[in-house]
């Protein structure tokens, strides 16, 4: 008999729409995280600076989970699957390794090189969702090769693009570089199994990036102290660089909007779609660069955009059809029998409904938070400098539009749809 | 006689979940890595 009743197909269709919208949005927010970090021209070790981004992501990732539903809630979403915050932070541990890793690939051999192979993620992103949890399993032949085929089109899309892009000069080692930047990879990729094996099991993505950020801060601080030489040459590096630290904590809130877009992909078109949507970063972190920063573009440039573009539009057809949705839920159930979740509390969020009946309610400490989060970004934000850099306002501000005319697009879809559950 | 409902061990659940074990051998991984280039 079957576990797990058909979803309507007229839901589906409504679920994979803003499943797909959100990856695009993400896409546009994680590109748009680099900007400000191109206002930091400096002196401060790549590991501090990673750590101060955190920092604000930190921040962010604890104020609009109170803002819009309410800590409450999240204590709701724990109490119905506690084993889910170890999986959370450990999500935000392997974000830690894989971005330091980056770091290293760049320095040794060059971001031509290491963008590529670490942007192979949404390939092992596809193999994990596939025999993990079920992804592209009854979806026929035509939509698994669209995906497939739109993700190596990205993936060729991408190379050109960071052959484009390449700044840094090859000044290491090359074995290490590869090994850094494939293991980058292999972290960010497997990254994603906690992302959906949480939304299988119908947590609120509000409530896994609180959990994320706890290993995330966890894991950057642990690296910062240990590659400053310790917590006291660490504060010493902070303190220097007091003058830049918003913008980098600015970095670290774009990025938050965009990765919780990214979360919303990952819960309703799943893994093997949602990261190749948004890997789509790389094209828009371009355009800040080329268009704002004054960076040279050039063929290459549009034969990768369009590459990744095309690739982007594959995926995007090729949403989920009923009987491969059918095989999620018995994934979704699969976690439920395992983990002994209501089935009702894991069925409510994969159908895109919150659950969570402390939703409307806010307590103080919510208010504590969103004031805290608010006081500090204002406090460094007083004492910031503006560094003497040509930057083009008119496409920075074209370009801001187009962000938030994706915050209004995929944020009103996501309410109609779904509540933003 | 009063049958007791069981539930599942959360803790033994998460450490025999075959999936649990892949992102945890990819982050010592991960960590070896960084340990090596570092």
Same mark, same amino acid.
């Given at each position: 008999?079957?576990?797990?009743?058909?979803?309507?197909?007229?839901?589906?269709?409504?679920?994979?729409?803003?499943?797909?919208?959100?990856?695009? /949005?993400?896409?546009?927010?994680?590109?748009?995280?680099?900007?400000?970090?191109k206002?930091?021209?400096?002196?401060?070790?790549?590991?501090?600076?990673?750590?101060?981004?955190?920092?604000?992501?930190?921040?962010a990732?604890w104020?609009?989970?109170?803002?819009?539903?309410?800590?409450?809630?999240?204590?709701?979403?724990?109490?119905?699957?506690?084993?889910?915050?170890?999986?959370?932070?450990?999500?935000?541990?392997?974000?830690a390794?894989?971005?330091?890793?980056?770091?290293?690939?760049?320095?040794?051999?060059?971001?031509?090189?290491?963008?590529?192979?670490?942007?192979?993620?949404?390939?092992?992103?596809?193999?994990?969702?596939?025999?993990?949890?079920?992804?592209?399993r009854?979806?026929?032949?035509?939509?698994?090769l669209a995906?497939?085929?739109?993700?190596?089109?990205?993936?060729?899309?991408?190379?050109?693009?960071?052959?484009?892009?390449?700044?840094?000069?090859?000044?290491g080692?090359?074995?290490?570089?590869?090994?850094?930047?494939?293991?980058?990879?292999?972290?960010?990729?497997?990254?994603?199994?906690?992302?959906?094996?949480?939304?299988?099991?119908?947590?609120?993505?509000?409530?896994?990036?609180?959990?994320?950020?706890?290993?995330?801060?966890?894991?950057?601080?642990?690296?910062?102290?240990?590659?400053?030489?310790?917590?006291?040459?660490?504060?010493?590096?902070?303190?220097?660089?007091?003058?830049?630290?918003?913008?980098?904590?600015?970095?670290?809130?774009?990025?938050?909007?965009?990765d919780?877009?990214?979360?919303? /992909?990952?819960?309703?078109?799943?893994?093997?779609?949602?990261?190749?949507?948004?890997?789509?970063?790389?094209?828009?972190?371009?355009?800040?660069?080329?268009?704002?920063?004054?960076?040279?573009?050039?063929?290459?440039?549009?034969?990768?955009?369009?590459?990744?573009?095309?690739?982007?539009?594959?995926?995007?057809?090729?949403?989920?059809?009923?009987?491969?949705?059918?095989?999620?839920?018995e994934?979704?159930?699969?976690?439920?029998?395992?983990?002994?979740?209501d089935?009702?509390?894991?069925?409510?969020?994969?159908?895109?409904?919150?659950?969570?009946?402390?939703?409307?309610?806010?307590?103080?400490?919510?208010?504590?938070?969103?004031?805290?989060?608010?006081?500090?970004?204002?406090?460094?934000?007083?004492?910031?400098r503006?560094?003497?850099?040509?930057v083009?306002?008119?496409?920075?501000?074209?370009?801001?539009?187009?962000?938030?005319?994706?915050?209004?697009?995929?944020?009103?879809?996501?309410?109609?749809?779904?509540?933003?559950g | 006689?009063?049958?007791?409902?069981?539930?599942?061990?959360?803790?033994?659940?998460?450490?025999?979940?075959?999936?649990?074990?892949?992102?945890?051998?990819?982050?010592?991984?991960?960590?070896a890595?960084?340990?090596?280039?570092?």
């Amino acid at each position: 008999m079957d576990r797990v009743s058909a979803i309507d197909p007229g839901r589906l269709r409504a679920l994979q729409r803003v499943g797909m919208l959100s990856g695009f /949005a993400a896409g546009a927010w994680l590109g748009a995280a680099e900007a400000p970090t191109k206002l930091v021209t400096l002196g401060i070790p790549p590991v501090t600076i990673s750590l101060m981004m955190v920092l604000g992501v930190f921040l962010a990732r604890w104020s609009l989970p109170a803002l819009v539903r309410g800590t409450a809630a999240v204590t709701e979403d724990v109490r119905q699957a506690p084993h889910l915050v170890i999986w959370a932070a450990l999500g935000g541990c392997l974000w830690a390794v894989a971005n330091t890793l980056t770091v290293f690939a760049i320095k040794d051999i060059g971001l031509a090189i290491a963008f590529p192979l670490w942007n192979s993620n949404s390939l092992l992103g596809i193999l994990w969702g596939t025999l993990l949890f079920n992804e592209l399993r009854d979806a026929g032949r035509l939509r698994a090769l669209a995906v497939l085929g739109g993700a190596a089109l990205m993936f060729l899309g991408a190379t050109l693009l960071a052959i484009a892009s390449a700044t840094a000069a090859p000044g290491g080692s090359a074995l290490r570089g590869v090994a850094a930047a494939l293991m980058a990879g292999a972290l960010w990729g497997t990254m994603y199994i906690p992302y959906r094996k949480a939304y299988l099991t119908g947590m609120h993505p509000m409530s896994f990036i609180a959990f994320f950020t706890i290993g995330e801060l966890g894991m950057m601080s642990l690296l910062a102290i240990g590659f400053s030489g310790g917590v006291a040459p660490l504060w010493a590096d902070l303190t220097r660089s007091r003058d830049v630290l918003f913008w980098l904590m600015l970095a670290g809130f774009v990025w938050v909007i965009g990765d919780l877009f990214q979360q919303y /992909a990952a819960k309703y078109v799943g893994i093997s779609r949602g990261i190749p949507l948004s890997n789509t970063n790389q094209l828009w972190g371009l355009a800040w660069g080329i268009l704002v920063f004054g960076e040279s573009g050039g063929t290459k440039v549009i034969g990768g955009s369009l590459l990744m573009a095309l690739g982007a539009g594959a995926i995007a057809l090729a949403s989920a059809s009923g009987a491969e949705h059918k095989r999620w839920q018995e994934a979704g159930a699969r976690e439920s029998e395992r983990y002994g979740v209501d089935p009702a509390y894991v069925a409510a969020g994969l159908a895109g409904q919150d659950a969570s009946a402390a939703r409307a309610r806010r307590r103080p400490i919510d208010w504590v938070l969103v004031a805290f989060a608010s006081i500090v970004f204002i406090w460094f934000a007083s004492a910031a400098r503006v560094p003497a850099l040509h930057v083009a306002w008119g496409w920075a501000a074209v370009l801001t539009l187009a962000l938030v005319g994706f915050v209004v697009v995929a944020g009103v879809a996501l309410w109609r749809a779904t509540r933003l559950g | 006689m009063p049958v007791n409902p069981t539930r599942p061990s959360r803790a033994r659940a998460l450490l025999s979940d075959p999936h649990f074990w892949i992102p945890v051998i990819v982050l010592i991984l991960g960590l070896a890595v960084l340990r090596w280039i570092a």
